[in-house]
């Protein structure tokens, strides 16, 4: 057991380096869906929604979002990790950081790509985030609470939630388009390729610990196996 906790502790500074790099790296790709102006996930265009009737930005309006999710976890009896809290402090900037750097595309081939880009790189942030195993998402966190309480599949709680949370983003007037069909349809399989690339191989003591951590969304290392689309 020694052995094992040594080990896990020599992993620390890679995992943390990684999810500070994948959180950062989410912001910026969310950044590059809303300048493509071709339509975003669920919880981005509830937050356009509320940006534009408030005038608020839509990064800082993330982290409301995200802090106000975080609370729906006390009923549901979840508890944060560190990954969590990073998760509310970092994507929030990181997207305003990249609103100020990104210029909006105009031509067609230009939303594409930027898009395109955005998704990719959306893709490889969720992978390097989710892959250090320091907890879910406030998002990630409420689907396998909901989980827990009712016995619904995890994909069951996260349409329903995710289908109320667009139609009031759209209702509000946030961006939804072809983009927000290709985020629904590509993200998955794009996760599937890149969560298993970039995760963190833990000692078999730890994995077993974290896995059963990312199934309670508990404060133990540990990440669940549906994506935070925040943005996750």
């Known amino acids: ?117 955005g998704l990719l790189l959306l893709a490889v942030a969720s992978g390097l985030y989710i892959g250090s195993h320091f907890g879910p998402g406030p998002r990630d966190g409420l689907m396998t609470g909901i989980h827990r309480s009712t016995g619904w599949p995890i994909w069951v709680g996260r349409t329903i939630v995710e289908v109320v949370v667009l139609a009031a983003g759209w209702l509000l007037g946030g961006n939804v388009g072809l983009g927000t069909l290709a985020f629904a349809l590509l993200i998955g399989p794009l996760c599937q390729w890149t969560i298993p690339l970039f995760a963190v191989r833990l000692p078999r003591a730890a994995a077993a610990d974290a896995t059963e951590a990312e199934l309670e969304g508990s404060t133990a290392p540990g990440a669940p196996a549906v994506l935070d689309s925040p943005a996750i």
């Not at 380096?17 to 994948?22: A, D, N, R, V, Y």
């Not at 950062?24 to 300048?35: E, F, K, P, S, T």
């Open 1 to 117: 057991m020694p052995t094992v906790i040594a080990s896990s502790r020599l992993l620390l500074p890679r995992r943390a380096t990684q999810l500070f790099i994948g959180l950062v790296l989410y912001g910026l790709a969310d950044a590059l869906m809303i300048r493509a102006a071709v339509g975003v996930d669920p919880w981005t265009v509830f937050a356009q929604g509320v940006s534009l009737r408030t005038g608020i930005g839509i990064g800082w309006l993330t982290n409301v979002i995200g802090l106000l999710v975080l609370l729906l976890w006390i009923p549901l009896r979840q508890r944060p990790g560190i990954g969590t809290v990073l998760n509310i402090l970092l994507i929030g900037p990181s997207i305003e950081l990249g609103l100020w750097l990104i210029h909006p595309a105009t031509e067609p081939w230009q939303q594409i790509l930027v898009f395109t880009a």
